[in-house]
């Protein structure tokens, strides 16, 4: 993954731990402040490696913080240098999700190294937009929760996100709507 996805994760430990306890968190568990270039891309194993450390120091599981990292990912990207790129994803949720691969698209673009994941559409009604999501990379779906729920707060909307299945060709997650929109 890119430094970037590093740098969002050192904030929000900061955020939660203050600049002394995360000093001390890289280096009680090693971590090199070499591993935070934003540009750089770093090995999956590495990225684990700091969720796993910050999970530890936090004491929470590593499930339940990459679905807070998922949330925080969102409002991150979007005031981000790539946030221009995010905001002309869509004004809702529905037209986001519809261009996501487009977006990373662009992203891919201009970072040649990455492995972005692909997003598709299964189902959209009033209430629930059901999404598969398609990945090289293994062990982050609660991440995606996370962002799924942290999109639904960036654009104003109530409601849920479940992982339904998992399947060979990817997973599917649920968006059920409880807001505004959902009673249209």
Request: glycine share 8%.
């Amino acid at each position: 993954m890119y430094g970037m996805v590093h740098n969002a994760a050192r904030n929000m430990a900061v955020d939660a731990l203050g600049n002394d306890e995360w000093a001390l968190l890289l280096k009680t568990y090693k971590l090199s402040p070499d591993q935070f270039i934003s540009n750089n891309n770093y090995s999956d194993a590495v990225t684990f490696e700091i969720v796993d450390a910050i999970s530890e120091r936090l004491g929470v599981g590593t499930n339940d913080l990459l679905r807070a990292f998922g949330r925080y990912w969102i409002e991150y990207a979007a005031t981000s240098p790539f946030g221009v790129m995010f905001r002309v994803g869509g004004q809702d949720i529905r037209s986001f999700l519809r261009n996501l691969n487009r977006m990373h698209a662009s992203i891919h673009a201009t970072m040649p190294g990455s492995r972005m994941p692909s997003f598709e559409v299964l189902l959209e009604t009033n209430s629930r937009i059901d999404v598969l999501y398609v990945s090289e990379r293994i062990g982050l779906e609660a991440f995606v929760e996370g962002l799924f729920s942290g999109l639904l707060h960036h654009f104003g909307e109530n409601g849920e996100v479940a992982h339904l299945e998992s399947r060979t060709d990817g997973d599917v997650f649920s968006i059920l709507l409880s807001g505004p929109r959902a009673a249209a």
